[in-house]
């Protein structure tokens, strides 16, 4: 299957500073990339849609001036959380989507990276 | 808005059959979806079933959909432990946007 890589695996950082969170689909092309957030013991809840070439569409309050995404290849996207604070601290986790063709799939879905953990000290 | 809902808490012996169930609200998903999570790790896609299906089987996977009560369930046969772990299901309209359930923390019992 389509492989979805992240990068850092985890970070720690100091309130006030900012972190960039990798996301990348290493054998297929994803015109489309979300973002997800996980805090502990919960769901994943959808932050926004990243598409390539185009701006982010957020979900309702999710702040887009904190988090900052660029999509700008066909295999990579980024999450940058901008003047973080310790209530930032989560699991941040991509996925891209792919339309059922070049990752071997028979049907559109979306596949995971391996996620961020993100703490603010 | 799109709700999904499952159990949070499932424990299983050894070799016995887990039955994982979730109910959505979302009449138009088209496809539905089942996720594993292990701890620190982030999603893996078991399997999906499109909404005009009433069953798939993958090897130990077994999906049902009750379309009309909006149920879903992931039957796993021989449950081993290897299969502890969060499952979360999820639907979809055209893989636009994923609505997942709460998960549910399967435990195996040796």
């Known amino acids: 299957g389509a492989v979805v890589s992240q990068h850092p695996s985890w970070v720690i950082c100091k309130s006030g500073t900012s972190v960039k969170i990798e996301c990348r689909s290493l054998?297929?092309?994803?015109?489309?990339m979300f973002w997800y957030r996980q805090f502990p013991k919960q769901s994943l809840m959808l932050m926004a849609t990243?598409?390539?070439?185009?701006?982010?569409?957020?979900e309702q309050g999710v702040e887009k001036d904190k988090f900052l995404i660029n999509h700008a290849s066909l295999t990579l996207s980024t999450l940058t959380v901008t003047s973080a604070h310790p209530e930032d601290s989560s699991f941040y986790i991509c996925?891209?989507?792919?339309?059922?063709?070049?990752?071997?799939?028979?049907?559109?879905?979306?596949?995971f990276g391996p996620g961020t953990r993100l703490t603010v000290l | 808005g799109e709700d999904v809902e499952q159990s949070l808490f499932l424990s299983v012996r050894e070799g016995d059959s887990s039955v994982i169930n979730c109910t959505y609200t979302?009449?138009?998903?088209?496809?539905l979806y089942w996720y594993k999570q292990e701890p620190g790790a982030g999603l893996q896609l078991l399997t999906y079933?499109?909404?005009?299906?009433d069953m798939k089987q993958d090897q130990r996977l077994t999906v049902l959909l009750n379309k009309k009560d909006k149920h879903l369930s992931l039957r796993i046969a021989d449950t081993q432990t290897g299969d502890s772990a969060i499952y979360f299901c999820?639907?979809?309209?055209?893989?636009?946007?994923?609505?997942f359930g709460t998960g549910t923390r399967l435990t195996i019992i040796p």
């Open positions: 996925s891209a989507r792919d339309p059922g063709l070049a990752g071997g799939s028979s049907t559109d879905t979306q596949y």
């Open positions: 054998d297929f092309q994803a015109t489309t």
């Open positions: 990243s598409n390539e070439g185009s701006k982010a569409t957020y």
């Open positions: 979302d009449s138009s998903s088209t496809y």
């Open positions: 079933i499109f909404s005009n299906m």
């Open positions: 999820a639907e979809g309209f055209g893989n636009e946007k994923l609505t």
